[in-house]
């Protein structure tokens, strides 16, 4: 049984440092990075693959003389959970001590519910995963937690979630150490999370300064400056759904008028949609809802727009031009390389960027986007869970002389 | 004679870095911090001193036993300039090598004459403060310069400046180096260099997440993501000028519409006084533009402002307005614990903070108002050439294993 976070001297952090850099690593590569004495490196990765956080693996290419054995991260230390919980679903993924999923369940959620249901169902789930892998609680090093609200990442608690006021403060970590004493927990953003998934796993490997954009029920952003997520003072950089859009726009949610949520995202488009059918103006959308029991939802009005029908297209262009807009703001004031697009709306496809990419283009100083690429996340909805298990093992290890959470 | 930047080897860097923290300190500090023997520090510290990095200052208090001799940077070891070149006018200092200004001139410039004429005129100054100082051009250990437009950092040019197209790709450094060959030169946007000086020098010290906002003939900003510069994929971050605050409004130089830059700074101020004048709204300043010869200066709005002017007190409040709405947006996005104003036209003091901090507080996210200062820079003009100065600093020890720039 393994105390975790896992912390390590500062000759097993300077190991560690170099493995996250390569991946697979010789014993000459420790020596070239760390600059100790032949005797020290053999002595400190006997030490470290003694305790289990390394193991040898495949021979690596000679450069002349022995083939070098090359040593890597232990998947077998443990296993990771990562939770990634939207407004209205939950996912629940376990994972290798590598971030390999091996088991994964989704069901719908509600976080209208008390935090200690929502919670507890999560509990049950990677308790049910846990069975069907057919491990022990104590083999849990870490779980994440991902949540549709504004985060204090150093104490792990909401503050202020719009969505769910009453979960603010409540104890995530505390709460899931009783299931899982051994576990450390760390809680973060559903979209810092999407951000920091893409940028381990996706088009942003390696990008500085990027934006990542969900656009659901909600518009939420995740920040990316010099390699990090921006977290923000609170916790809640990113925070792009309450820019106004139009002062004399509807009443946001927040209270405002005229914000981008409340004019572009999920409930606005649907709104318009039933307007249109209202209005006469699309008969392939006023068949769709008839033979849906009255009910529009967006996939509806986006597969309408795949074939073609002008409204539902109008009404997609002017969600993108509105979103386009605030983000051309962004691009001056933030001067990302990137911005990757995720959510469920971004499934709309091809109309919806383009508009987006017009009007940041539009009202972009030239010298801010003559290198942006504007995309849709490839990785898709999946972005979320891969982030969250990122962030866990990110905090797997930690120098003893410098941790960043106080667990 | 040194060479700059100066290289630093590993035990060399790592007692700067102590330095850079601390101070002054003591080679028991260094022992603590390095975790050496006593025999390798006593060795460091010898060699290091030697080198004339350091110096040897006033003894410390005893823990019990001899004093401890403590050892700081040393201030002799050459001398460093800063330049805080602006649209109109420049600023040299010469300070030693911990930052002390002890010359210094200023006087107009004019960023639409050719770069070799106004960098040359530059050049002229340094020289001058040299001599007044006794000095020669061999001991200038750095150069910084900060300049009105957006910088590709790593290579030290402008790219794309938009007040001075001509400008771009000037190789400012080697221009430089060409009259002081033992100098090394980093060059920086403007408000990039407000932001530093005012994490180094004034209340943004240790404020990990704030802007820098710079009001005068254009509008930038500079910001500070976990306690560094951010400048962006293309060093155009901070650019808040050519935000849109109206579709319909006036064209702006960049060729839209009603950027807050057109519609907000110097300029546009001015235009709205002869408006209101010639409208017959404020004797004050009617008075004020004939005595001048018919020419109004924002000073002398900012004058009739705080007599009680009804319009001119209606042209800051707009103004005010306008560049908060437009900080709003940023505060949500950014979620900075701090944004300090500064440049010419935030001597129209308290009337301008009322009017941006009520638009920041009516549109901004409870959360992330909750913490928020909003106020002047109480460093004042001499910001610009305070932050300069401590980029050169930055860059006078390189950590020869991870050199920033390559000089």
Known sequence: ??????????????????????????????????????????????????????????????????????????????????????????????????????????????????????????????????????????????????????????????VAPPLMPDWENFPIRSFFKKTFPTAFVVVDNDVNLMALGESRYGEALGVDHFLFVKIGTGIGGGIFSNGKIHRGNNG????????????????????????????????????????????????????????????????????????GDEAALRIIRASGQMIGDVLASLVNFFNPSHIFIGGGISNFGNHLLVAIRRAVLRRSLPLATTHLQINFSRIGSDVGIYGVLALVLDYLFVDEEKPFLSV
Request: proline share 4%.
């Open 1 to 158: 049984m393994i105390k975790t976070p896992i912390l390590l001297n500062s000759a097993e952090a300077e190991i560690i440092r170099v493995l996250k850099k390569k991946h697979v690593i010789s014993r000459t590569d420790i020596l070239d990075f760390s600059g100790w004495s032949k005797a020290k490196v053999s002595q400190e990765v006997r030490s470290i693959l003694d305790k289990g956080y390394l193991v040898e693996v495949e021979d690596g290419v000679s450069q002349g003389g022995r083939k070098p054995r090359m040593m890597r991260f232990n998947a077998n230390l443990g296993y990771v959970v990562g939770i990634d919980l939207g407004a209205t679903s939950v996912e629940v993924a376990l994972a290798d001590a590598v971030g390999t999923i091996v088991q994964r369940v989704a069901e719908p959620a509600d976080v209208h519910q008390p935090a200690e249901e929502v919670f507890g169902r999560c509990t049950e789930l990677i308790l049910g995963l846990l069975d069907l892998q057919g491990c022990q609680i104590d083999q849990v090093l870490g779980i994440g937690v991902g949540v549709p609200g504004p985060v204090d990442f150093s104490r792990g608690v909401l």
């Open 236 to 307: 809640c950089a990113g925070d792009i759904g309450h820019i106004c859009v139009d002062k004399n726009g509807p009443i946001c949610r927040c209270g405002n008028r005229g914000c981008l949520e409340a004019m572009a995202a999920g409930p606005a488009i649907i709104q318009a949609g039933l307007q249109a059918v209202q209005n006469g103006e699309s008969e392939l959308l006023q068949q769709m809802i008839e033979s849906n029991e009255g009910v529009l939802t967006p996939e509806m009005i986006s597969s309408a727009c795949r074939e």
